[in-house]
């Protein structure tokens, strides 16, 4: 397997994408040729590279004297390499450099174009409202009724309970999550305030991404 030099970013790309359905380089448990490559990387990989991330993790797991008792002998290719030169873990030195960089070059940009096909993780925030009634008389059960009534593309209520106030007003506090590009709190706040024969006021209490 010619994973590149090893210290650039196309490099640990065909390693992340070599380990995608392996736990080690070679065979079912940790080996030499595990520490080879590991010693070959110097530094962890990124974490959106997520299988190559997980492996260094997982050797680095190892201190120096438990990973020189892995199978097989260290006869380290890099011995005499320069580190920024193509790593050719398993290939035939004899085999043509610009066969192997076109090889490299097209595993590469499938990985950039599979990588670009999923989707954006979607921006959410938990909020937790405080919503004060109009007066003393108002039907608090109705005011979250009205409350929970309003539904918008983005939006997801949660649990609420009733806090005291003042001279045995209640407020309602709510929670809610939102996704931050479909919902915004001026038009969220003013949907709750319509409802004027229950509604006094809206505060925002907290406001977390998640």
Not at 83 to 94: I, M, N, V
Not at 127 to 152: F, G, Q
């Amino acid at each position: 397997m010619n994973f590149g030099d090893l210290q650039s970013g196309d490099g640990l790309v065909l390693l992340n994408n070599f380990l995608a359905d392996k736990s080690y380089i070679e065979g079912y448990c940790p080996s030499q040729v595990d520490v080879v490559v590991f010693e070959a990387i110097k530094k962890v990989p990124s974490a959106d590279l997520e299988n190559a991330f997980r492996w260094y993790n997982h050797i680095s797991s190892f201190d120096d004297a438990e990973r020189q008792k892995f199978q097989g002998q260290h006869q380290s290719k890099l011995a005499s390499v320069n580190p920024a030169e193509d790593f050719d873990l398993f290939g035939d030195d004899d085999n043509d450099n610009e066969e192997k960089s076109g090889i490299t070059k097209q595993r590469v940009k499938a990985y950039n174009e599979e990588k670009a096909k999923k989707p954006a993780p979607i921006a959410k925030s938990i909020i937790v409202l405080d919503v004060k009634p109009e007066s003393d008389k108002t039907n608090m059960e109705e005011l979250e009724k009205k409350v929970r009534s309003i539904e918008l593309d983005g939006l997801l209520w949660g649990t609420s309970r009733l806090v005291p106030l003042v001279y045995g007003i209640r407020k309602l506090q709510i929670t809610c999550v939102v996704e931050d590009d479909k919902v915004g709190m001026d038009d969220l706040e003013e949907r709750i305030t319509a409802f004027d024969k229950f509604v006094q006021s809206v505060d925002e209490v907290s406001f977390q991404k998640i």
